[in-house]
């Protein structure tokens, strides 16, 4: 697609979007399966239901852009996940992993901070006000789940600290 237009730039961002919220639905997935610690994992559960209805908010929004979902490759999403899949390959203890996942997910939500609040101004000058609309509150939602993991992060702390 060649991207020429606020509109095309618009479609560009809400189609890249759609797909890195698809592909962190099965990532929420693995780092809830992943981490030992009830609250972490409490935390990426409720995230992915929440990601759930995010999706949901962004094919109402294609619809009154009068488009089909469809998905744009996102490579910033992809590149995140393969440094997680890469660094859980290294083996760390649970207890690394368990941060190493709160981390990843911080990455992953300051993308998405970066990306809704990126496509609602363009939303606002096409005239699309109910877009604007779904799209802040997934903003809201994305800002909500950074400060809660941001907390836990904070509040982490490691049995064993060694500097090798």
């Known amino acids: 697609m060649t991207v020429e237009t606020i509109q ?6 809400l189609e890249d979007i759609y797909h890195a919220e698809h592909e962190l639905l099965d990532a929420l997935e693995d780092l809830e399966e992943n981490t030992e610690r009830e609250e972490i994992s409490s935390a990426f559960a409720e995230h992915r239901e929440e990601t759930e209805g995010q999706i949901d908010r962004l094919e109402e929004v294609f619809e009154i852009f009068g ?3 469809e998905k744009e490759e996102c ?49 606002d ?27 836990l992060t904070e509040s982490f702390e ?7």
């Open 8 to 13: 095309k730039l618009f479609e560009h961002g």
């Open 67 to 69: 488009e089909a979902p």
């Open 75 to 123: 490579e910033g999403i992809k590149g995140l996940i393969q440094e997680y899949e890469e660094f859980t390959a290294e083996d760390p203890s649970q207890e690394v992993l368990d941060y190493h996942s709160m981390a990843a997910a911080e990455k992953t939500e300051h993308y998405e901070i970066a990306a809704y609040g990126n496509l609602i101004p363009l939303a």
């Open 125 to 151: 000058q096409l005239g699309m006000d109910e877009a604007a609309d779904l799209l802040e509150e997934n903003l809201r939602e994305e800002q909500e789940a950074l400060d809660e993991l941001t907390e």
């Open 158 to 164: 490691m049995d064993t600290i060694s500097a090798e």
